[in-house]
């Protein structure tokens, strides 16, 4: 069978893992529970932290395994972990929870886009392929924000339910996978092999270390929003049962923007389009600390935008530039770094909430961001201009 129906069967995948139908309530319904704010992004960080412990032993795994074995045991993880959810109420218990979640999912992230990159059919963009993929996953959590709006009102528990049963849907279709060929690993020990791929993603080229430093910050600079902003929503006095349609309409936006992120990147060029996406969370979080209303809360599609532009442009920057033999690796040492740099930002601005307000956190974290682009985007947009090549060019191997 070719690898290359792996594509199709990948895009339902993405829909379904990120068919988080409690998510887009999961702040008030922790409250809810007796949960601080600070317990709240607390948990979120100690789900990144425990993911950081697994991803590299579990992305070498992949790379030993196979790409399908890996992604099957982490859909059999995460389906366990989901069950547990009902019956968590307290924060220790949330906490094994997100532990048990945080395995699953380390299991699977970096085996999947390993899978994908290395199913692509010759002929075909790499660029159109992953922007197809990550448009399925935006989509289904904007599914799944409309279902929370629906849910929500019936009760949280339907809402957790629906996520019990949803939660298994990526193990089954992870069952249908074919293992694409690649590159075998040269017989040496463990610690050479990982050693070869630390050279890969930091020594080998300075122009691939920072692609992946970036990657990295400007992921955060995205994500770091997504427990405040129903927090800013609640305070506002959203009513709960528009945060699911605003959650799914932003999502929608990502997805519509990782789909044509490769025309924008062609149409802006490479540096501009490097500034564009780590200006636009700067520009959210100003917004959301100083801005009226109303403004703060349209202001949230920047964060989307810039996300689906990331999501895409430096995922093939980044994978386009690693051997197929490490590439399982090299992409959960990225998750590695991103669930290593969430932690201190979420139990630092879950702090900053409780005691200074969200105004607060919000100018810290535009302030932080504002020296990750000046440190970590001028120089590589310097090396780029350097070595006078496209940021991206578009091969048509896999």
């Known amino acids: 069978m070719l690898p290359s129906r792996n594509i199709p069967i990948a895009c339902a995948r993405s829909f379904f893992v990120m068919f988080l139908v409690v998510v887009p309530v999961l702040v008030p319904y922790w409250r ?3 949960l601080s704010m600070r317990e709240v992004i607390e948990l979120q960080a100690i789900f990144g932290l425990a993911v950081a412990i697994f991803e ?3 992305g070498y795994v992949a790379d030993i395994w196979g790409r399908k074995a890996s992604v099957v045991l ?5 389906g366990l972990g989901f069950s547990l959810l009902p019956f968590a109420t307290t924060y220790w218990e949330l906490l094994l929870f997100e532990v048990g979640l945080a395995l699953g999912c380390s299991l699977s992230s970096g ?3 390993a899978l994908i990159y290395e199913s692509i059919p010759a002929g075909r963009s790499r660029k159109q392929v992953i922007g197809a993929v990550g448009q399925w996953s935006l989509v289904g959590e904007a599914a799944a924000a409309l279902a929370a709006s629906g849910l929500v009102l019936w009760s949280f528990s339907a809402v957790v339910w629906a996520q019990v049963v949803v939660g298994w849907v990526p193990f089954v279709l992870a069952l249908f996978f074919v293992e694409p060929p690649r590159e075998p690993m040269v017989e040496s020990s463990h610690r050479e092999r990982f050693m070869e791929v630390m050279r890969e993603v930091f020594t080998k080229d300075s122009l691939t270390r920072l692609v992946f430093v970036n990657y990295v910050a400007w992921a955060l600079s995205t ?3 997504v427990w405040l902003l129903q927090e800013y929503w609640r305070q506002v006095g959203l009513p709960l049962g528009y945060f699911g349609l605003l959650w799914g309409a932003l999502h929608l936006v990502a997805a519509v923007v990782s789909r044509i992120a490769h ?3 062609s149409m802006l060029g490479a540096q501009r389009t490097l500034t564009v996406i780590a200006c636009l969370p700067i520009a959210a979080y100003l ?3 100083w801005a009226p209303t109303g403004v703060g809360v349209a202001s949230g599609v920047l964060f989307y935008v810039s996300r689906g532009l990331t999501m895409v442009v430096y995922q093939d920057a980044f994978n386009w530039r690693i051997r197929s033999t490490f590439r399982a690796t090299a992409n959960s040492l990225q998750s590695l770094g991103f669930r290593l740099g969430f932690a201190p930002i979420g139990f630092v601005v879950g702090s900053v909430v409780d005691v200074r307000g969200l105004p607060a956190a919000f100018s810290l974290l535009a ?3 504002s020296l990750c682009g000046v440190l970590l985007l001028r120089p590589m947009i310097r090396r780029i201009d350097e070595l006078h090549v496209e940021y991206i060019p578009e091969p048509t191997e896999a």
Do not use: K, V
């Open 56 to 58: 590299a032993p579990t």
């Open 263 to 265: 025309r924008i990147e």
């Open 74 to 78: 982490g859909g059999l993880i995460s």
């Open 111 to 113: 085996a999947i886009d």
């Open 223 to 225: 994500f770091s929003a």
């Open 287 to 289: 917004l959301m600390a």
């Open 367 to 369: 302030a932080g961001f």
């Open 32 to 34: 809810s529970l007796g």
